[in-house]
Every structure is written in C-alpha cells, then in structure tokens.
C-alpha cells in the first residue's frame, strides 16, 4: 500500500504544481516587468504589453498541460499498481520516467508562448 501512496505522490505532484501554477499565474500575473518573477524571456521583457501577454499566456498552457498531465498521470498509477503489482524497484523507476517526461512537457509552453510573442512582434514591425 506504501509503495502505490509513493508511486501516486510521485507521479500526480508535477501535473497538480502546474495546474495550481498556471491558475495562479494566469489570474494574477506579475504587473511590471523584473527579473525576479514572472514569465521572464528576452521577449517578454521587451514591453509591457508582451510582458502583460506572456504572464496571462504561460499560465493558461500550463493549466491545459497540467490536466492532461494529470488524467495520463492518473491511468499511468493505476496501471502501474495493476500490471507490476510487487514490483516496486520498476515502477519505481518507470514513475520517475513518467515525472521527468511530465516536466519536459511544461517546458512546450515555455516555446508556445515565444513562438507567439516573436509573431506579435514580427507584425508590429510590419505595421
């Protein structure tokens, strides 16, 4: 019983820090641009419109990436606790796979956000 409460812990902490992150970024940004807090890119700290843009952005990603993280979370416990029931060094391992594969996946809107703010700033060069 031990060995699932881990394997659980382990696994649904990531998906759960980032829906909580998300909302909490995404409901109260940072108001003015720092290096301390924040989504804190070069781009995003070119102004305070694609400061104001990229704070509310990350933490919507992260909400959505959060949720679905947490529902393949969830399946990947249950499975683990079904299929290698007694098999506590490998799912042990294959929960800290499934953690390290879940932090690689908050960094997609990381480059999501970017990727918008470049295109915000290519069109007002245009205008």
């Known amino acids: 019983m031990l060995e699932i409460l881990i394997n659980a812990v382990m696994v649904l902490f990531a998906?759960?820090?980032f829906i909580i992150a998300g909302?909490?970024?995404k409901n109260h940004p940072?108001?003015?641009?720092?290096?301390?807090?924040?989504f804190r890119t070069a781009l995003s700290m070119e102004s305070q419109e694609a400061w104001d843009y990229a704070n509310k952005q990350i933490g919507v990603y992260w909400v959505k990436v959060g949720i679905v993280e947490l529902i393949v979370s969830v399946i990947a416990v249950i499975l683990l606790t079904v299929l290698l029931k007694g098999m506590f060094?490998?799912?042990?391992?294959?929960?800290t796979f499934i953690m390290?594969?879940?932090?690689m996946g908050a960094m997609i809107?990381?480059?999501?956000?970017?990727k918008e703010l470049m295109q915000m700033k290519k069109e007002k060069s245009e205008m």
């Not at 060094?89 to 929960?95: E, K, P, Q, V």
């Not at 390290?100 to 932090?103: A, F, K, L």
């Open 89 to 95: 060094t490998t799912t042990r391992m294959i929960a």
């Open 23 to 25: 909302a909490i970024q």
């Open 30 to 38: 940072p108001k003015n641009i720092n290096r301390t807090v924040g």
């Open 109 to 114: 809107p990381v480059n999501m956000v970017n």
């Open 15 to 17: 998906p759960i820090l």
């Open 100 to 103: 390290v594969i879940e932090v």
